[in-house]
């Protein structure tokens, strides 16, 4: 994995590190880092020397990067804003400081180059073209992002350069999915054209298809995924019931957290299918199914109407559920904030402490009491 940087300029020109530059991170008591920069310059010429070869195999024009060793004994102040963790580190200078985080073989640094001067989002006409994109680049999975402007979402995917294929249409709307055969997992969140994108629930989403990958929602999915409630929400005819989904995103994917609940449309080449595995027909299926994969082995819930899930979810009472019917401890603000609850707890306690106080003064007088009498 890798992470980027952006540096004061003042602090690139002291040490004159130009873009473009492979930067190998070492200090006086590192005994290898020498032999390590001979190595990465001796990778960097070997690419030089066999550069059209290169460009064939990726399908793409590669500028060769400069390399340059920097002693942080010497150069103190520019490490620490890298803050690498060991010597030797590399970082490559391409418009931002990317980090070189996996373990050091030739062909894998040349593979992370290549990405590094790829583009953090690419321009596509239509959909195909990205799919034949993917498989040139033998990726697994592309993302398709469709928004009014891109330049607020370069930053976002920054973290993801090299790793992911990014796809960008202009479009009046946000949506974002990602695609690995014909399975889809689309982003739940929808904004406005004046709204910017929550950046976290981004790298939530694209971390939960880049690691487990895409696959059609079964039993067998949510047991490797190792998950504590795992939940999903499917729309068979979305064209025709698109208001319904709208309202089931908005009562139900307020935030995609921790990848329990999952949200997929089915098409129509693909339903018969998908609820085969359900015990579904498709010529009966309803508008909407929850799959609930620990109720009984799995147990589905065909529902008619959007609201019926906001009644399933508040009916359900188990260890995994809270006191006030909000889906517990891993999908939070599903239908209420748990901290409701728990503001109602802490007002509770309060109100007993008073009692309990008022209570102990009333004894207190009436001891007082007695003993006059007594005396």
Same mark, same amino acid.
């Given at each position: 994995?890798?992470?980027?940087?952006?540096?004061?300029?003042?602090?690139?020109?002291?040490?004159?590190?130009?873009?473009?530059?492979?930067?190998?991170?070492?200090?006086?008591? &590192?005994?290898?880092?020498?032999?390590?920069?001979?190595?990465?310059?001796?990778?960097?010429?070997?690419?030089?020397?066999?550069?059209?070869? @290169?460009?064939?195999?990726?399908?793409?024009?590669?500028?060769? $990067?400069?390399?340059?060793?920097? =002693? &942080?004994?010497?150069?103190?102040?520019?490490?620490?804003?890298? %803050?690498? %963790?060991?010597? $030797?580190?590399? @970082?490559?200078?391409?418009?931002?400081?990317?980090?070189?985080?996996?373990?050091?073989?030739?062909? #894998?640094?040349?593979?992370?180059?290549?990405?590094?001067?790829? $583009? #953090?989002?690419?321009?596509?006409?239509?959909?195909?073209?990205?799919?034949?994109?993917?498989?040139?680049?033998?990726?697994?999975?592309?993302?398709? *992002?469709?928004?009014?402007?891109? =330049?607020?979402?370069?930053?976002?995917?920054?973290?993801?350069?090299?790793?992911?294929?990014?796809?960008?249409?202009?479009?009046?709307?946000?949506? *974002?999915?990602?695609?690995?055969?014909?399975?889809?997992?689309?982003?739940?969140?929808?904004?406005?054209?004046?709204?910017?994108?929550?950046?976290? =629930?981004?790298?939530?989403? #694209?971390?939960?298809?880049?690691?487990?990958?895409?696959?059609?929602?079964?039993?067998?999915?949510?047991?490797?995924?190792?998950?504590?409630?795992?939940?999903?929400?499917?729309?068979?005819?979305?064209?025709?019931?698109?208001?319904?989904?709208?309202?089931?995103?908005? *009562?139900?994917?307020?935030?995609?957290?921790?990848?329990?609940?999952?949200?997929?449309?089915?098409?129509?080449?693909?339903?018969?299918?998908?609820?085969?595995?359900?015990?579904?027909?498709?010529?009966?299926?309803?508008?909407?199914?929850?799959?609930?994969?620990?109720?009984?082995?799995?147990?589905?819930?065909?529902?008619?109407?959007?609201?019926?899930?906001?009644? @399933?979810?508040?009916?359900?009472?188990?260890?995994?559920?809270?006191?006030?019917?909000? #889906?517990?401890?891993?999908?939070?603000?599903?239908?209420?904030?748990?901290?409701?609850?728990?503001?109602?707890?802490?007002?509770?306690?309060?109100?007993?402490? *008073?009692?309990?106080?008022?209570?102990?003064?009333?004894?207190?007088?009436?001891?007082?009491?007695?003993?006059?009498?007594?005396?």
């Amino acid at each position: 994995f890798f992470v980027y940087f952006s540096l004061p300029m003042f602090l690139l020109l002291s040490l004159q590190i130009e873009d473009n530059t492979i930067v190998v991170l070492g200090g006086k008591n &590192c005994s290898n880092c020498e032999e390590f920069f001979q190595n990465i310059s001796n990778n960097l010429m070997e690419m030089e020397n066999h550069k059209v070869d @290169y460009e064939a195999q990726y399908q793409q024009v590669i500028a060769i $990067p400069k390399v340059q060793y920097v =002693d &942080c004994d010497e150069q103190q102040e520019f490490c620490s804003k890298l %803050s690498p %963790s060991k010597y $030797p580190s590399i @970082y490559y200078l391409h418009d931002f400081f990317y980090h070189f985080s996996l373990n050091y073989q030739e062909d #894998v640094f040349q593979k992370w180059v290549v990405g590094m001067q790829r $583009p #953090v989002i690419f321009l596509t006409k239509d959909e195909l073209e990205l799919e034949n994109f993917r498989d040139q680049l033998k990726f697994s999975t592309y993302y398709l *992002l469709k928004s009014p402007e891109i =330049d607020d979402f370069e930053r976002v995917f920054s973290e993801f350069k090299g790793k992911i294929l990014v796809g960008w249409q202009q479009s009046e709307k946000f949506s *974002l999915k990602a695609v690995r055969d014909e399975n889809e997992i689309r982003f739940p969140r929808h904004f406005e054209s004046d709204k910017l994108i929550i950046e976290k =629930d981004i790298r939530a989403f #694209v971390l939960k298809t880049k690691n487990h990958e895409i696959q059609l929602l079964n039993k067998k999915a949510f047991d490797e995924l190792h998950l504590e409630r795992p939940m999903a929400i499917i729309e068979l005819v979305p064209e025709k019931h698109h208001h319904l989904l709208q309202h089931v995103r908005k *009562l139900i994917s307020k935030k995609l957290c921790n990848f329990n609940l999952f949200y997929q449309d089915v098409s129509d080449k693909r339903s018969v299918e998908f609820t085969a595995q359900f015990g579904v027909s498709a010529e009966t299926a309803p508008n909407l199914i929850i799959v609930d994969f620990q109720a009984q082995r799995h147990e589905v819930f065909q529902l008619e109407h959007a609201h019926q899930v906001h009644e @399933y979810m508040k009916a359900v009472q188990d260890k995994w559920f809270e006191h006030d019917g909000t #889906v517990a401890k891993r999908v939070e603000q599903v239908i209420n904030l748990s901290i409701k609850y728990k503001f109602a707890l802490v007002a509770t306690a309060a109100l007993l402490m *008073l009692l309990l106080l008022c209570r102990g003064r009333k004894t207190v007088r009436r001891n007082d009491d007695v003993q006059k009498k007594v005396e």
